[in-house]
C-alpha cells in the first residue's frame, strides 16, 4: 500500500486545490471527504497529477498516511471544523499533526491547539489566502502552532506557496498557537481597507471628474504600472473595462450597489476594539459596507440636500487623477500601518513574538493584497525591526510627505462635492492626530473628570489628579 506524506480532509474547492497542488510538487497525498463522490470525482479528474490516496472511512484515510502523520482540514469552518477534528484526533497517536487550512477565528484556534497539545497532538491553525487559484497554484501561507511541527511541514508547504519576486516561498512560521489565523484575519481586514481606498478612488473620478468607467480602468492601468502596482489595482482595471454582454452597458454600472460581506473584517475591528488598536481605516471599510446595504436608510436620504459643483473639465479630471493616486498611495500606507500596528500589538497580548517583516514577506505573492508595496514594508522592517509604525519609516515618510498636499486636495474636494471618501478621511484623520502636538483628548479628559471624577494627569508634573468641580479646588491623589 502506498503510503500518504499528507492527507486532505475536505475536497470542496480549496481542500482538492490544495491536494492537486501537493501532489503536482511530487508530495503523495491521501484524501478523504464525508461524501464520498467528491473524493471519486478528483482523482477521475485528476488523478494523472500525482499520487493521490482516496480513502473512503476516516480509519482507511488515517491508515493510509505515513508518521507522523499529517491530516490538513479543509471544510467549513466553525462546528464541521471541530466535528472533523474530534472525528480524527480519535483516530491518531502522538506525534500526529492535524492542520486547519480553514478561515477560523484564532481564539478557536487557541482552544483547539491547547485541547490536541493535551492529548499529544500538534495542532496548525493556518491561514491560507489566495482563494481557489491560490490554493492551486500557490497560495500565501501563515502557519500557527509549535515550530516542531511547523518543521514537519515546512519543506511541503514551501513547495506548494507561492514565490515572490525574489523567488522565497510565501510561507513563515507566523507563531504559535493562533499566531497563523490571527495575521491571516488581519490581512483580510487590510484587504477590506484596500478594496475600500480603491472604491474610493474610483468613486471620485467618475463623480467628481466625470471619467467613464472604460477612461477610469485606463487611469487604474497606468497606477498598476507605478509604485501602486498590486493584484488588486490590477483586477480592478479589468473590472471597469468589463461591458456586460446583456445591457452593453459598463459592467461596474449594472452590479447593485450593496456590498456584502463574510465576517473576517468584522472580526478584525472587534479585535481591534478588544486591544484597543485604532485601525479606523478597516472599521471605514467595514461599515462602508453595511451602510451600502441599508438601502432602507439610503432610500429615506435620497432627498438630503447636498452641494452642486461645477463639472471638472478634461484637463482636470486629468490633474485630479494625479492627486487620486498621491491620496490612494498615502492612505494605502495609513491602512497597512494600521494593520501591522494591530498584528504586533495581538503578538505582544498573546506572546507570540511575531516578525513584521516576515508576515510582509509572505504577503507579496499568492494572497488577495499582493503587491509590490509589501515588499517595500519588508524592507522597512528589515532596516528598522522597532518600528513603532509603518509611517515612520523613512521610504514611507517620505513618500506621505510628498503625497498630503494631493492627499488634503482630494479628501476636501471629496467634502465640497459631497462625495463620500471615508477611507482617505479617515486616514488623514489618523496621519493627522499621529503628529498633532496636542489632541483635544485633553478637553475629553476634563470632561471625565467633571462628570464621573474619572482623574486626570497634568502636563506640568506628575501625578493623578482630581478637580472639585463645585469647589474650583484640585486635590492629588495618591497612587494611580
Ligand atoms: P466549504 O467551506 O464550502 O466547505 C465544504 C466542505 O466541508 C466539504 O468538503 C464538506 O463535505 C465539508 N463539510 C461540511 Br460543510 N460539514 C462537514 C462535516 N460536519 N463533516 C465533514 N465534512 C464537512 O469549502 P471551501 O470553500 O473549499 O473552503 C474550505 C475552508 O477553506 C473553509 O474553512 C473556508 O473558509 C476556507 N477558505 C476558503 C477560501 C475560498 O476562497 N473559498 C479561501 C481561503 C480559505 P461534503 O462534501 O460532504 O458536504
Known amino acids: 500500500m502506498t503510503h500518504a506524506r ?9 481542500g482538492s486545490n490544495l491536494a492537486r497542488n501537493l501532489a503536482r510538487h511530487g508530495h ?7 461524501t464520498t463522490e467528491r473524493t471519486r470525482e478528483l482523482v477521475a479528474q485528476h488523478g494523472d497529477e500525482g499520487t493521490f490516496v482516496p480513502a473512503e472511512t476516516p480509519e482507511e484515510f488515517v491508515a493510509s498516511l505515513e508518521r507522523p502523520r499529517r491530516l490538513v482540514v479543509m471544510v467549513k469552518a466553525g462546528a464541521p471544523t471541530d466535528a472533523v477534528i474530534d472525528q480524527f484526533a480519535a483516530l491518531l497517536e502522538e506525534g500526529d499533526v492535524i492542520i486547519d487550512g480553514g478561515n477560523a477565528h484564532f481564539e478557536d484556534t487557541r482552544r483547539r491547539e491547547a485541547a490536541l497539545t493535551e492529548r499529544g497532538l500538534h495542532f496548525v491553525g493556518t491561514g491560507i489566502s489566495g482563494g481557489e487559484e491560490g490554493a492551486l497554484n500557490g497560495p500565501s501561507i501563515m502557519p500557527g502552532g509549535s515550530p516542531e511541527a511547523y518543521a514537519s511541514l515546512a519543506p511541503m508547504l514551501e513547495d506548494i506557496a507561492a514565490k515572490a519576486d525574489d523567488g522565497q516561498p510565501c510561507v513563515t512560521h507566523v507563531g504559535p498557537d493562533g499566531a497563523g489565523h490571527f495575521v491571516k484575519m488581519v490581512h483580510n481586514g487590510i484587504e477590506y481597507a484596500d478594496m475600500q481606498l480603491i472604491a474610493e478612488a474610483y ?28 493584484y488588486l489595482v490590477e483586477i480592478t482595471a479589468e473590472v471597469l473595462r468589463h461591458t456586460d454582454p446583456e445591457t ?17 473584517g468584522r472580526w478584525t475591528v472587534e479585535v481591534a476594539l478588544e486591544l484597543g488598536v485604532p485601525v479606523t481605516g478597516i472599521a471605514e471599510a467595514v461599515f462602508s459596507r453595511s451602510l451600502s446595504a441599508h438601502t432602507d436608510l439610503r432610500s429615506a436620504a ?25 491620496a490612494l498611495y498615502a492612505s494605502k500606507i495609513v491602512a497597512y500601518a494600521q494593520g501591522f500596528h494591530q498584528v504586533a500589538a495581538g503578538s505582544a497580548e498573546y506572546g507570540w513574538d511575531i516578525d513584521l517583516g516576515a508576515v510582509a514577506a509572505i504577503w507579496r505573492a499568492g494572497c488577495i493584497i499582493r503587491a509590490d508595496f509589501l515588499d517595500d514594508i519588508r524592507a522597512a522592517y528589515a532596516e528598522d525591526p522597532q518600528l513603532a509604525t509603518l509611517l515612520a519609516a523613512p521610504r514611507f515618510a517620505a513618500a506621505v510627505e510628498g503625497a498630503q498636499r494631493a492627499w488634503r486636495l482630494v479628501v476636501s474636494l471629496a467634502a465640497e462635492h459631497g462625495i463620500p471618501a471615508p477611507g482617505f478621511s479617515a486616514a488623514l484623520a489618523y496621519y493627522d492626530a499621529l503628529r498633532a502636538d496636542r489632541l483635544p483628548a485633553a478637553l475629553i479628559q476634563a470632561q471625565r473628570d467633571f462628570f464621573g ?5 497634568r502636563t506640568d508634573r506628575p501625578g493623578v489628579f482630581h478637580t472639585l468641580w463645585s ?7 495618591m497612587g494611580e
Open 6 to 14: 499528507i492527507g486532505v480532509i475536505g475536497l470542496a474547492v480549496m
Open 28 to 34: 503523495p497525498v491521501a484524501l478523504y471527504n464525508r
Open 203 to 230: 468613486d471620485l473620478l467618475r463623480q467628481a471628474g466625470g471619467m467613464r468607467p472604460a477612461e477610469i480602468a485606463d487611469v487604474f492601468s497606468q497606477w498598476n504600472t507605478g509604485r501602486l502596482r498590486s
Open 248 to 264: 452593453g452597458q459598463p459592467f461596474v454600472e449594472i452590479v447593485a450597489d450593496q456590498a456584502e460581506q463574510k465576517g473576517t
Open 302 to 326: 435620497r432627498d438630503f440636500p447636498g452641494p452642486t459643483p461645477e463639472p471638472f473639465s478634461e484637463s482636470a479630471a486629468h490633474d485630479l487623477a494625479r492627486a487620486v493616486e498621491e
Open 453 to 457: 471624577a474619572h482623574t486626570y494627569r
Open 471 to 477: 469647589e474650583g479646588r484640585t486635590e492629588e491623589l
